[in-house]
């Protein structure tokens, strides 16, 4: 039998992969087993086990570079995590015995990685972001295959590093054309018109959602035939109605306007969108590719190595994205950039159709081919 052990976590960029090259690996080998191994306080401590995989924690964190009397501290505890993280890494390593070892990123990816690495294990390790990050950066060496989401990636590598482009995995119902632009809108209840979908992730964005409300003021002031979906987030939840109402404006009898904490069907509502406004993370980005959706990007400033802003720049630069930093962000400045291209369909089909050139179509197909030049038994 197959035995995969995956090591990733801290965000749900480096969970969600994890678990998409999972699927992709039951997909060939239907009776292989799983163990992922990740940190006992972060996000997949509940998101593999409610998936249905064996979890295996280890402590460890990353060390902090702005001095502080907090990040002294923790910086010890990263220091007193690290000297136990090896031998614990062993230990996981010798009880499952896998076949083949995969990180997908966050600090617990080193550990295991490398300690597999060390014990003779065939090892991968997968990379979303267009700017690597430093555990990524150190494994590029000692592992047997180097996955990228993105070409840009391999310019952070030491020369001599092979890798293989072969994209994110997206989620079910993200792929190029899964529903009519036409009957998604059909199921929100919107006509025709222009429909723009904007949201800051699960959680929100203060920034976006403050600009997002004039948005909505100004596309109701001017009584233009825009449809739009907004999804305020956690962050919201006490100020982004209220805001609304300030300006006069009530969702509820609005009826070219959706408005939510959080949106379960994102799916419908991206390929409902003519044009997105949205941060960047890799599997955001990945899924206007693969649904050939027009965007404005806010890459978010405070994540490591200000990897958004790196991920944008890759549509910006291919002419598939209108990136505005949040230094730069203004309602005034949104405003402008949707009133261009309301004005200008043509523009806005070409930022569709350059982005969806950017997808990769066969994704699942490299990762196994990947998988399997790593040293993966087929069977």
């Not at 080193?110 to 014990?119: E, H, N, R, Y």
């Not at 230094?327 to 949707?338: G, M, P, Q, S, Y």
């Not at 990769?360 to 196994?368: A, E, G, L, N, Y």
């Amino acid at each position: 039998m197959l035995k995969v052990l995956l090591a990733g976590g801290g965000t749900a960029g480096h969970i969600n992969p994890a678990l998409a090259i999972a699927s992709i690996i039951k997909d060939h080998v239907p009776d292989a087993e799983f163990l992922f191994a990740g940190t006992p306080n972060g996000m997949e401590s509940n998101l593999i086990p409610r998936e249905g995989y064996s979890f295996a924690p280890i402590k460890i964190s990353g060390f902090q570079r702005r001095l502080s009397v907090k990040n002294v501290g923790r910086n010890i505890r990263a220091a007193a995590y690290l000297v136990t993280a090896e031998s614990r890494a062993k230990q996981i390593i010798k009880e499952f015995s896998p076949d083949l070892v995969i990180g997908t990123g966050g600090y617990v990816s080193g550990p295991i990685v490398l300690t597999a690495a060390k014990m003779g294990i065939p090892t991968a390790i997968h990379e979303q972001n267009a700017y690597p990050g430093v555990t990524t950066r150190l494994l590029t060496k000692r592992v047997n295959a180097v996955m990228l989401t993105m070409e840009e990636a391999a310019k952070y590598f030491d020369k001599g590093v092979k890798y293989t482009l072969t994209g994110l995995p997206v989620r079910k119902g993200f792929s190029a054309n899964p529903i009519s632009r036409q009957e998604a809108k059909k199921r929100l209840d919107l006509d025709d018109s222009m429909t723009i979908f904007t949201f800051g992730g699960s959680l929100g964005a203060d920034a976006i959602n403050d600009s997002v409300t004039d948005l909505i003021a100004w596309r109701k002031s001017e009584n233009l035939k825009i449809n739009q979906i907004h999804s305020y987030g956690r962050m919201g939840h006490d100020t982004f109605l209220k805001t609304l109402a300030e300006k006069g404006i009530d969702p509820e009898k609005d009826e070219r306007l959706i408005v939510k904490e959080y949106i379960y069907d994102m799916d419908i509502c991206m390929a409902a969108a003519d044009l997105i406004i949205c941060r960047c993370g890799a599997a955001t980005i990945s899924e206007l590719e693969a649904m050939g959706r027009a965007s404005i990007l806010i890459p978010s400033p405070v994540v490591a190595g200000n990897h958004q802003y790196h991920n944008a720049m890759v549509l910006d630069r291919a002419g598939a994205a209108i990136v505005i930093e949040q230094k730069d962000l203004t309602a005034e400045r949104l405003i402008t950039e949707v009133k261009r291209l309301y004005d200008n369909p043509e523009k806005l089909n070409e930022l569709a159709q350059k982005a969806a050139e950017l997808s990769i179509k066969d994704t699942p197909d490299r990762i196994w081919n990947t998988l399997l030049e790593a040293g993966c038994p087929a069977d």
